[in-house]
């Protein structure tokens, strides 16, 4: 379990460039960050169920997925689709005996570091120190 | 299509318990357009299964393998090494592709991932829903293009029954919509509604499944 | 076409001779008991006897498994009782059900109502097989074809072999309707069609608005139904408040006029009033052209029929000229 890495996945148009600020910030917010990769996306509608449990075969921890704020998706309905996936995906894991924890999805701002980097920490102490909030 | 949903995981892996080596074989043609066994859905489970195995620390070799269709013998060759190699066979094709992988293969273990549903369409995006029974007879013409025997819960041809209500059948008024008010309706819009009068006799059920399992030969193209 | 019995009639029954003879008929319902047991029958069949012309006997009614309507309906004969038994299509096919109206016939039955039956999932086996081999109308068809040119469904003469006798079930046959299900404007052409294919009586469904009754009856006659085959309308005596609400709320193509809600609700004995209510919807009925009687289904509730049946100045049941005798 420790040791594994978090794959996340962050929209281009909010969470990706709120994750850049964030590493930007200095070596706390780097602390907050560690053990997390990021991966580019165009779109949180691009994720898909498959390859959220491809990269959790693989090796992921976990996986975090992080894209605008409802109703504020470029692509309109893109982040309405993602939350049905991750949804499904959760449901999954749980019909298999997993723990759905291992899977997030939540939004935010291209301007709301704070915000990630918190979601960040929070996920990261879940799956990798199983602690629950 | 043929219309199938993918059987629950926990009755999979009962399935599959104490196999090693198991072939997840999806289908290309109809449970891919309803989403249930091609290749995405093959991933899907190939993965949830190894995930599973590794937190029990089971072992087992999961090979993921989908061909444009099962119900064609040709389509079978493509994957001829990857089913020697298997112990187990676990097809998501409906059962048409579940039984003629058995019969290409009799020797190899098959076990059906879904459940196969019904003859359906696609009447919205992930909704499909029941047309067609099969019954080998069609008598659409008569009704406007809508099927009794199919569309209503008692495949009355004298419809409807006293449970039709605001166009609804009453065995589920959320999801089932009276099939005699759809053929009222439809002969109604075309000025065919004359149609309805005449008394129509008792069906011939022989031609469908209820005369045994179907056979079709085409002779000209019987080589 | 039909061979009459030297009376004029095709079955003899009790209630043909009723009807053939212009009474405003009564028949009640009668439900057979959940199990082997004979004792509910008598008991009901006490309360019925000599103040209805016939009584239905349901065949598993809502899918709920209950004592065939054939047996149920020999031993209501036995009690003194016309039996008038039912079919559904529901779980019988074309071989059981003329198989089922031969024994029948012979054993003293000679009314029989013709349903499409409710679906098993309102039942006590939802996971069971349907049949449905025929509908309604097309059920009515064929025992119309059993009885009126002595053939079986196939085309075969009814006779046990090519040297003895036609025997052919010569029975009343009856079918039902809803004159307020959907589509509205074509049940009286559904209506036509059972008469086309050889319906004698319709029992309706339990009625409560009245004016829309009087609709649909407008209807039947314009289309001269009324001279055609003999129509029972259907009453269900409300017991409370609560039953009242609960049938313009929960069934289906049901409605009730608010006044009897509203009388229900102020009323110090309600059941009296809903009996009351019964014998004042029978009255305005007898006033419509083309009734040709009454249905009462008072379920659970048959002591009362007799109550409502002599409140409504319907005793004592006429006693027709003698017809064939049934045998027992």
Redesign the interface.
């Known amino acids: 379990m420790k040791g594994r890495r978090i794959t996340v996945l962050l929209c281009e148009n909010s969470a990706w460039k709120a994750w850049i600020d964030a590493a930007g910030q200095g070596p706390d917010a780097a602390k907050r960050l560690e053990g997390l990769d990021p991966v580019k996306l165009p779109c949180t509608g691009k994720v898909e169920e498959g390859m959220v449990l491809k990269l959790l075969e693989n090796g992921s921890a976990g996986v975090l997925v992080l894209g605008c704020p409802k109703d504020n998706c470029t692509y309109v309905r893109g982040n309405y689709r993602a939350e049905k996936r991750i949804a499904s995906v959760r449901a999954a894991l749980r019909e298999a005996g997993l723990d759905d924890g291992l899977v997030r999805l939540d939004f935010l701002s291209s301007l709301d570091s704070r915000k990630l980097l918190d979601i960040a920490a929070e996920f990261r102490a879940s799956v990798l120190e199983g602690v629950r909030q | 299509m043929i219309t199938a949903v993918r059987k629950p995981f926990a009755e999979i892996a009962g399935m599959l318990e104490g196999s090693r080596k198991v072939l997840i074989l999806g289908c290309g043609t109809c449970v891919t357009v309803c989403m249930a066994g091609g290749e995405k859905e093959v991933g899907i489970l190939a993965s949830t299964l190894r995930l599973a195995n590794e937190k029990e620390g089971r072992r087992m070799d999961i090979v993921e393998a989908t061909i444009e269709r099962q119900c064609d013998r040709e389509f079978f060759d493509t994957v001829r090494d990857k089913v020697a190699e298997a112990d187990v066979v676990l097809s998501l094709a409906c059962g048409v592709g579940v039984q003629f992988f058995g019969e290409v293969f009799p020797e190899k273990p098959v076990l059906p991932g879904l459940d196969t549903k019904f003859y359906g369409a696609a009447i919205a995006q992930g909704v499909w829903a029941e047309r067609c029974s099969g019954c080998g007879t069609c008598v659409i013409a008569d009704f406007g293009g809508v099927c009794p025997v199919t569309r209503c ?15 609804k059948c ?2 589920d008024p959320v999801n089932i919509d ?1 099939g ?2 759809l053929i ?2 439809r002969l109604k819009a075309l000025g065919q509604l004359a149609k ?8 011939d ?1 022989s031609s469908g499944s209820h005369g045994g399992p179907g056979k079709i030969v085409k002779e000209d193209a019987v080589l | 076409m039909s061979t009459l019995t030297m009376d004029g009639l095709k079955s003899g029954s009790r209630l043909e001779r009723v009807l053939a003879e212009g009474h405003f008929a009564v028949t009640a319902e009668l439900g057979p008991p959940k199990s082997a047991d004979t004792a509910p029958i008598g008991v009901k069949a006490a309360h019925l006897s000599g103040n209805v012309d016939a009584v239905n006997i349901t065949d598993n009614q809502t899918a709920i498994v209950r004592m065939s309507s054939i047996a149920a309906g020999l031993l209501a004969l036995k009690e003194g009782i016309e039996p008038i038994i039912q079919i559904t ?2 779980d019988r096919n ?1 071989i059981a059900i003329q198989s089922d109206v031969l024994g029948a016939y012979a054993l003293g039955i000679r009314n029989i109502l013709c349903l ?4 098993q ?1 309102f039942g006590n086996h939802p996971t069971s097989k ?1 049949v ?7 059920l009515i ?2 025992l119309a074809c059993m009885r009126d040119q002595k053939r079986f ?1 196939c085309g075969e003469e009814i006779r046990n072999s090519k040297k003895a006798p036609v025997v052919e079930p010569r029975i009343l046959i009856g079918g ?3 004159p307020f ?3 509205l404007e ?1 049940r009286a ?2 209506l ?2 059972k008469v ?2 050889g319906v004698d009586f319709i029992q309706t ?1 339990c009625i409560y608005d009245m004016e829309r009754f009087a609709e649909f009856m407008r209807q039947v006659r314009a289309r001269g139904l009324h001279e055609k085959v003999k129509i029972l309308a259907g009453l269900t005596p409300l017991k409370s408040v609560g039953m009242a609400k609960y049938m313009r709320d929960s069934v ?2 049901l409605s009730v006029p608010d006044s009897y809600i509203e009388r229900m609700d102020k009323a110090a004995d309600k059941p009296a009033e809903g009996i009351r209510i019964c014998v004042e919807q029978i009255e305005a009925l007898r006033e419509i052209e083309g009734v040709a009687g009454v249905h009462i289904m008072a379920i659970e509730w048959e002591e009362k029929v007799a109550e409502i049946v002599k409140a409504a100045g319907l005793l004592p049941r006429p006693e027709p000229a003698a017809g064939p005798e049934v045998r027992t």
């Open positions: 819960s008692k495949s009355l041809l004298n419809g409807p029954c006293g449970g039709s209500q605001k166009g009453e065995v009276c005699w008010q009222y309706d309805l009068e005449a008394v129509r006799p008792i069906k059920w | 299509c529901r074309r499409t039956g409710d679906h999932k349907n449905f081999d025929m509908d309604s109308i097309q068809g064929m469904a039902a309707e809803n299900g959907d589509p074509f052409i559904r036509a069609k086309e294919a469904q289906a193509g």
